[in-house]
């Protein structure tokens, strides 16, 4: 076999501008399975990482505008605190968090100025979001019963408000209402488009009761024991509130429940088309390599015939020559494979750069495409090798 | 496995070889028989066309009869199947052609060395004895030349070492001067002359007299059928060596 290897890197470097362009399909085969793998663990890791920000097992519970045949009510029907202690009851469910949100409000400290998305929420909601402070401390449950005039800040939002400057202590204006900053939540990167770093947090009374009256609020989440129970919950949610609500069978929904990571999971299934094309195309380019490969392995075999006839008559035997011939394309395949490896590193690297992606080069994805490599070597030079492997001795011997 | 004389080297009986090429059968061998004894020096004689070019093919393990027995050392070759016969060729048998037939990217030393690589012994003896080999066709200096930097006498000098280096049962020569000058042939003629005195049996076609008459025997072929087989005088391979 390291005879054979000889043999092999011998004959390729004998004519080693070919076997350059015949390797380069394989090279760049490999070089985009490398690239798409990477790209695409990069994007899972960053789904995974949102999901890990957001909390997992999360079902979100909307109130929705009602709609009956064509006409549709004005407002958002509302979950009231009954609703919430009724999903609270549900097996399935360990916390329940209801907040109210203002989607876009402009806030001010002194002459900043920012258009932010204000929370009013709970204890339990900061738990259920893996909510964190970074500086100062989080609003307690105290802070939510005594409804107090406190508020925590997202990054963005923080710095908006307070550029360079420390926010702890200093007061932020909502209306004509002021709130004294108590911490700063830790960082939760991006949801799609949007960012969650850009959200201001304050006890749920304040919002309720004061900005808009009343103790109903539009959102509930709610932690769900294990990930598996998610759906269950939702079913169980969904015929829950239909009951509380009072909804003839005819009626749609008054409200939306649906898992938190699905928002971000569909933003991945959009990506899967462009990964498939991509891994197709390299698919492809593989598979043309391969057959450059076939052809010079075939004319490779022609040139050598006579060869061929003195390696069998000093007693190389059938099997041997087409060992021989195999190892040669693997050879060639798998150094093509090599350099796909390289080259697909590369352009991850660039991608990252440019596209500012994240790319995850993964081990065994590289290993994958060598044997990839390998096993388009070994199919594609086959059909040579045992063309080379038949020739009749005497023929071979006699071949000009 | 050996049964007979253990002497005998080859023993072809009743041997016949029909070529089949489309439409067009051709009689190559019509029921040739002669036996080789170890030690013997047998040119095999006779103008193109008349099958000597295709029993050296049979007797060299590279073709098979398409009736009749072949024997190599006791051992019935006309059955076997091609990897078999490839490991007979790389094993008992010693090639040298008219066209040299070395590998023309690989040195001296590597074409010497190759059957040895088919035999499957270790390197180091391969070394070993390629170089033996060498040295003994008077070739060790230029071990690591490839061919085209050869001339035609000592790429086939080469080509006999190559032949020897597996100390085979019986060296087959296919017109091993026919592309040489008269001094190299000369060379090459007394280099088989002395492998045959050192104990090789040689089989060696040609259709040039003065050539054949260096052996000790020769057999004449003509219309695939043996025609004479004669043992040469040698006070006349004398006079042919002067």
Sequence with gaps: ???????????????????????????????????????????????????????????KVDGEFITIGTSQSATDRTITPEDVAEIAKLPMI????????????????????????????????????????????????????????????????AANLF??????????????????????????GKLADENLDNRIFVPLPIVTRVLLGGANTVHVDALVRTEAEIEPAL?????????????????????????????????????????????ALGGIALLVGGIGIMNMMLVSVRERTREIGIRKSVGADPWTVQLQFLVEAVVLSTLGGIAGVLAGIGATRLISIFAGWQTVVGVTSLFLSFVVALAVGLFFGYYPARRAARLDPIAALRYE | MIDGDAATVIDVADVTKVHRTGDVTVEALRGVSFRVEAGEFVAIMGPSGSGKTTLLGILGCLDRPTTGSYRLVGQEMSELSETRRAHVRGERIGFVFQAYNLIPRSTAFKNVELPLVYAGVRAHERRDRALEALAAVGLAERAQHVPSRLSGGE????????????????????????????????????????????????????????????????????????????????????????
């Design chain 1, 1 to 59: 076999m390291a005879e054979q290897g000889r043999i092999a890197i011998g004959a390729l470097r004998a004519n080693w501008f070919r076997a350059v362009l015949t390797a380069l399909g394989v090279v760049i085969g490999v070089a985009a399975l490398v690239a798409v793998t990477a790209v695409s663990a990069g994007a899972q890791e960053e789904v995974a990482k949102s999901i890990r920000n957001l909390g997992g097992n999360v079902v």
């Design chain 1, 94 to 157: 360990t916390t329940v968090a209801p907040h109210q949100d203002i989607e876009s409000i402009v806030v001010s400290a002194g002459r900043y100025k920012t258009n932010t998305w204000l929370v009013g929420m709970t204890a339990s909601y900061a738990q259920i979001q893996n909510m964190r402070a970074v500086a100062g401390r989080m609003i307690s449950a105290a802070d939510v019963s005594f409804g107090r005039d406190l508020m925590l800040l997202g990054q963005v939002a």
């Design chain 1, 163 to 188: 550029p360079g400057q420390d926010p702890i202590g200093k007061t932020v204006r909502v209306g004509n209402r002021e709130f004294d900053v108590i911490g700063i939540q830790n960082r939760r």
């Design chain 1, 235 to 279: 079913d169980a949610i969904t015929t829950l509130l239909r009951e509380q609500h009072k909804l003839p069978p005819s009626y749609p929904d008054d409200f939306s429940a649906e898992d938190q990571a699905s928002i971000v999971k569909e933003g991945q299934r959009a990506t899967t088309t462009f990964r498939f094309l991509t891994f």
């Design chain 2, 155 to 242: 790429q086939q000098r080469v080509a006999i070492a190559r032949a020897l280096v597996v100390r085979p049962s019986v060296v087959l020569a296919d017109e091993p001067t026919g592309n040489l000058d008269s001094a190299s042939a000369g060379e090459v003629l007394a280099m088989l002359d002395r492998m045959n005195r050192e104990g090789a049996t040689i089989v060696m076609v040609t259709h040039s007299r003065e050539v054949a008459e260096r052996a000790s025997r020769i057999i004449r072929v003509a219309d695939g059928l043996l025609v004479a087989d004669e043992q040469v005088d040698p006070s006349l391979a004398l006079e042919a060596a002067s």
